[in-house]
């Protein structure tokens, strides 16, 4: 599946706020229950005080609920209670609620006397809380204040006790002692239904999971919008790629628009067109070399060709244009081999730094052997100033490829009955070849080009001598692969000297 | 026919002014673009077979200086650059024709002979000189009424090749030196004369009537009547 860098941060985004919303709502729901919860019970523990203010008993012992205006008129606000069961503290049922239709609330002995509440179901099958308590006849005071002291109570009945509520019982229990023997104790229970707080709190509950969706929703649908119009610079930059592709190199990525994150990738990109660029004007500038280069001496060949099978010759003409035909098929080898030497040691990287330990005195020592014969037929003197213990750190054949090459060179266009000079000295980081030979015919202004490619002195190419006009770049490639420079300069009388400055071991 | 094969790689130019002196024409050779435009100062040159890529002055400087001049000659531009672009600079420049190297000597040697006759406004490769018939390409002069053919020297029929191309024109003995033998020395007085001589012996023979007529102190002229 394809990575979307929008439906991942929206999802994710979405996931947080969710999560954030349901921890809210989950706090404010809990939060308004026990507000609610606490007052409800409030309210049936006001209730069941009322209850008792409200109860007439007998010198028997038995009970009925009074109309005592008294009570009705000091709680004018709340009514009596419509289920109610008083029990003996042994669970002897003294009165039941005429509400209850005779069926009995459920009997628990309070752990103590602040009372206890409990989830019941009536009859009729309503959800109810019921509250239980033990009383005393005309402690009514006591309950009263139990009720105001007994602030905070949990739902479910189970009593957070302060300090002063554990102290009470023992204070009760130590009069109660006195009183349960003249049977002044009942037990009475006071249910209410919990019909309409269960349903506000369903509806609590229920506004809040849909507000939370709701908001959900709604915030992923913007933050989706929001990444749409964060992201178009993005989808903006791949249209202008496309478009680079489209149309040349020479076209970049306008940073315009671009907001300031993605200007380094722009930027890294137009490096990279500016880089590719570059190497496709190399490589065009290239094959339109080889194309010349080539296509040249092939054109010569064939017509050469050609001509000797136009009619029946001589032996001596076929002999001599069989030679011209060599002579130009050698001279394409050469060109052809200079050309691979050339294009693989452009297509090599620069070496990292390793140690090599070549030594070119040596390797130009047996070049001089090589070409003495030549060099003597053509009356040129050779003088070597080498100095053995100079070693280069260079691999010996990116050496060997620039000495041999800077040596054809010198041989190449020194003038007969002139002198090829050698010298090798340290200097500072660097060691030194100079390689320089009179009879130069290169203009003073033209000494720079020397290294290009294919370029050549004025006629040069037209003596058909082993020149590729490749020899120089490669000897300024090989030496550049080296971590080496290359230099030039003429002087007067006619002195040409190419200067290799290489990294010492 | 004068050319000027101007060509910087040296066996290829041999190879090229070899098969065009073996065709009959003369051929002035140059190595770069300074030489060719000496060699064009002459102005006798009908064709310039010109590399593009030349040292020092570059085909398109020489082919500048060439369509400067009055009557400038032909231009076939011969290079190794191959694409469009290269071409339409070449004919925008003013060449005449173009030519990728490598080609066949044969298609070089067939737009040789068809720029020289446009040069001379001769439209077909076979000329009616009255009851003689003269192929361009096959170098030869016949008599399409009986077959027989007229035997020329190759001197003979470049002197007569020369004055058909400018049939019924009055040509000087030095045009026809120039373009038919070339060299820098100046013509011998009668070596002009003598070859007419010879060529009028046999076509005159074979035509049955005058066709080469005498301009006393200006030439000759082929004309089918006086």
């Known amino acids: 599946m394809k990575y979307s860098l929008r439906i991942q941060l929206t999802l994710s985004c979405a996931l947080a706020i969710a999560i954030l919303l349901a921890i809210l709502g989950i706090t404010l729901y809990v939060g308004l229950y026990q507000a609610f919860a606490s007052r409800f019970d409030l309210s049936l523990r006001t209730r069941t005080a009322l209850l008792i203010s409200a109860l007439d008993w007998d010198s028997r012992g038995n009970v009925h609920v009074g109309s005592d205006s008294a009570a009705q008129d000091r709680q004018s606000a709340l009514t009596l209670p419509r289920f109610y069961e008083i029990w003996t503290p042994h669970g002897r049922p003294l009165l039941l609620a005429p509400e209850l239709n005779h069926r009995s609330l459920q009997f628990l002995q309070p752990h103590s006397f602040t009372g206890q509440f409990v989830k019941i179901h009536l009859a009729d099958g309503h959800a109810a809380r019921e509250f239980v308590i033990r009383s005393s006849r005309g402690d009514r005071e006591d309950i009263e204040h139990d009720g105001h002291q007994q602030g905070h109570q949990d739902p479910r009945g189970n009593t957070r006790q302060s300090q002063a509520a554990e102290r009470r019982p023992s204070d009760a229990a130590k009069n109660g002692i006195n009183r349960s023997s003249n049977h002044r104790q009942f037990m009475i229970a006071v249910a209410r239904p919990t019909g309409e707080l269960d349903a506000s709190l369903d509806s609590l509950q229920w506004s809040l999971i849909i507000a939370c969706s709701a908001a959900t929703l709604l915030s992923a649908w913007i933050i989706w919008w929001l990444l749409g119009r964060g992201l178009r610079p993005v989808g903006i930059i791949a249209e202008e790629i496309t478009r680079v592709g489209v149309n040349d190199l020479s076209d970049r990525i306008s940073v315009g628009g671009v907001p300031v994150e993605l200007i380094p990738i722009v930027d890294r990109l137009n490096q990279l067109l500016q880089r590719i660029e570059d190497a496709m004007r190399r490589e065009k500038a290239m094959t339109a070399d080889i194309a010349h280069e080539l296509r040249t001496p092939l054109a010569s060949m064939r017509a050469s060709a050609e001509l000797a099978l136009s009619r029946p010759r001589d032996p001596t003409e076929y002999q001599r244009m069989i030679g011209e035909f060599l002579a130009v098929e050698l001279h394409m080898q050469h060109l052809v081999e200079n050309f691979l030497t050339l294009a693989r040691l452009e297509a090599k990287p620069k070496l990292a730094q390793r140690e090599y330990r070549s030594q070119p005195a040596e390797m130009i020592r047996r070049y001089a052997d090589e070409w003495q014969g030549l060099l003597q037929s053509r009356q040129i003197r050779l003088e070597l100033q080498l100095i053995d213990s100079l070693g280069v750190n260079a691999p010996e054949e990116l050496l060997r490829i620039a000495i041999r090459n800077v040596f054809e060179n010198a041989v190449s266009y020194v003038d007969d009955g002139g002198t090829i000079r050698i010298n090798m000295r340290r200097e500072s980081a660097h060691v030194i070849l100079e390689f320089g030979n009179t009879g130069s015919r290169v203009p003073h202004d033209q000494t720079s080009m020397v290294f290009e490619r294919f370029w050549r002195g004025d006629t040069a190419r037209s003596d058909l001598t082993r020149h590729s006009g490749l020899g120089l770049a490669i000897v300024r490639q090989a030496v550049d692969n080296c971590g080496g420079m290359v230099d030039v300069e003429t002087q007067v009388g006619g002195w040409f000297t190419i200067r290799l400055s290489l990294p010492p071991v | ?226």
């Open chain 2, 1 to 226: 026919m004068r050319v000027l094969l101007v060509e910087d790689f040296r066996p290829l130019r041999n190879s090229i002014a070899q098969a065009l002196r073996e065709l009959g024409y003369v051929v002035d050779e140059a190595g770069d673009g300074r030489a060719a435009l000496w060699s064009l100062g002459s102005g006798q040159t009908d064709l310039v077979v010109l590399d593009i890529m030349l040292p020092g002055v570059d085909g398109f400087g020489v082919l500048k200086a060439i369509r400067a001049k009055s009557n400038a000659p032909a231009v076939l531009m011969l290079t190794a650059k191959d694409t469009v672009d290269d071409r339409v600079a070449g004919l925008d420049a003013g060449a005449d024709d173009y030519l990728v190297k490598p080609f066949a000597l044969e298609e070089l040697m067939a737009r040789v002979r068809a720029l020289i006759r446009r040069r001379y406004q001769v439209d077909s490769a076979t000329l009616r000189i009255g009851p003689l018939i003269m192929d361009l390409n096959a170098r030869r002069v016949y008599r399409p009424d009986n077959g027989s053919e007229v035997l020329l020297s190759a001197s003979e029929y470049s002197i007569f090749e020369y004055l058909a191309m400018r049939k019924g024109q009055v040509v000087s003995r030095s045009d026809i030196w120039d373009h038919t033998h070339g060299g820098d020395s100046a013509p011998e007085s009668n070596v002009v004369d003598v070859f007419i001589g010879l060529l009028r012996k046999k076509i005159d023979a074979a035509a049955g009537c005058r066709l080469i007529h005498t301009r006393r102190g200006l030439g000759y002229v082929l004309a089918e009547t006086e």
